[in-house]
């Protein structure tokens, strides 16, 4: 009760602060990504119920001769690289945190499609609500293996506390000035999980 106390009184003090930057963020996103604005997805939240996580878009509508979109990559602007970088992509995702459907810290919400290629073991990260940020996102976020991500993920479950919210929130707030994990090796954001990546399922 104290954790999702603290989760709506914060989400409801940032969002009414940072109100301005949101209209000018909107505005930015519109102008140099066009629309829709807001980038939505469906995402598995607490015991894997789905949910419809909000973030600002960060990447351009760029398709090939086929129609079809084209890599991250190459969809990926300078300015969805800066959103990304400085995590204000993230900001949307407060109004998922009144709602319920997210907390400040915990787990992030993954891909539906990741659902059945968990092991047990690594179900168990949806025993609490995902997070804006959370264990693994202030230990390498996406330059870790998936592997350490999901062990990150039930070490928190197994180990949260509202003094241990307080200090990963602390050490985001290191992690976005530093501008640390923000992609995997190689790629433009995060790899694809496999279960070859993970245990066997």
């Known amino acids: 009760m104290i954790k999702r106390a603290f989760d709506i009184v ?12 949101l209209v ?8 140099r990504l066009g629309t829709p604005v807001l980038f939505r997805q469906t995402r598995p939240g607490l015991h894997g119920r789905p949910f419809e996580i909000i973030k600002f878009r960060t990447m351009a509508d760029a398709r090939d001769s086929d129609g079809r979109l084209r890599p991250d990559g190459e969809r ?4 969805g690289r800066f959103l990304r970088a400085s995590s204000l992509d993230e900001l949307p995702e407060l ?3 009144l709602k319920g459907e997210m907390s ?10 990741y659902l059945p290629l968990y092991s047990p073991e690594q179900a168990r990260r949806h025993e609490v609500r995902p997070g804006i940020t959370g264990w693994a996102q202030v230990n390498g976020r996406n330059a870790i293996s998936w592997d350490e991500k999901f062990a990150m ?5 197994d180990n949260r506390s509202f ?4 200090r990963i929130i602390a050490l985001t707030v290191i992690k976005v000035l530093k501008r640390d994990g923000i992609s995997g090796d190689g790629v433009a954001t995060a790899t ?10």
């Open 192 to 201: 694809e999980f496999k279960p070859t990546d993970g245990q066997p399922t």
């Open 24 to 31: 000018v963020l909107v505005c930015l996103v519109r102008a």
């Open 95 to 97: 109004w998922n945190v």
């Open 76 to 79: 990926l602007t300078r300015f």
């Open 10 to 21: 914060v989400a409801t003090f940032l969002l009414v602060v940072l109100a301005p930057v």
């Open 163 to 166: 003094a241990l919210d307080i």
């Open 153 to 157: 993920d039930v070490w928190y479950v």
């Open 104 to 113: 400040l810290v915990g787990p992030r919400p993954l891909l539906t499609e």
